[in-house]
Each structure stands twice: as C-alpha cells, then as structure tokens.
C-alpha cells in the first residue's frame, strides 16, 4: 500500500505564509518604527510609580513551589474533563485507570502536605 503526503501541502504552504507573515511583520516594524533613545525613555518604568531598590532581587523558594504545585494540579483537573464526559463509554476499564490516576495524585498530595509544602511562612 502506497501512501501519499499530498495531504500536508495545504498546511506546509500555511505554516510558511504564517511563518512568512510573522517575520515580515517583525522585520518592517524594525525598519520603519521609531528609534529615538534618551536617557528619559531608557529609564525603569513601573506603571507611574517610582522605581524602588533593585528589581534583581530573588524570590522565596515558596513562590516558586506554589506556581509548581498550581500548574501540576491544574493539569490534573484537565484530565478530569475528558474523562467525566465520556465517562460511560470507557466503562470498568476507564473507571479503574482514573481511580489509579487519582489515587497517585492523592498519595503526591499527602507527600506534600506531610513535607508541609502548603504552609506559607
């Protein structure tokens, strides 16, 4: 059986024109955009307040650790949404695997509330 890619020039030729279209844009705005830099317009700009202290300054660890635990479960409430609405064509089978699925996000989840990862001091 012989297979042909014919079906994938529409999206190359669009994946060039977008590609094309992108850096084309960039590259005018460059050439025909203003570039006037003074002192006044290089300067730390914090929506109307004056700039305080170093901006470089690091982050607590905890910060980071919150946005981390967020996204990782964030994501398994993404997963919740395809399987509750087809929740009766995966049967026993589907059943089974998200009750594994959870399970091992609930043993994550006592790990952490053990290593006190939830408690902001």
């Known amino acids: 059986m012989e297979t042909s890619n014919d079906g994938y020039i529409p999206v190359l030729i669009q994946l060039i024109v977008a590609g094309g279209f992108v850096a084309g844009t960039l590259w005018i705005t460059h050439i025909l955009g203003p570039n006037r830099k003074s002192a006044k317009k290089l300067e730390t700009f914090e929506c109307g307040i004056e700039p305080q202290g170093n901006a470089r300054l690091p ?30 064509e995966f049967g026993t089978q589907g059943f089974v695997s998200m009750g594994i699925f959870v399970s091992l996000f609930l043993l994550g989840f006592l790990y952490l509330r053990k290593k006190q990862a939830f408690k902001w001091e």
Do not use: M
């Open 59 to 88: 982050f607590s660890i905890k910060y980071f650790l919150t946005a981390i635990l967020f996204v990782l479960f964030d994501v398994e409430v993404i997963f919740f949404y395809p399987w509750a609405t087809n929740f009766r």
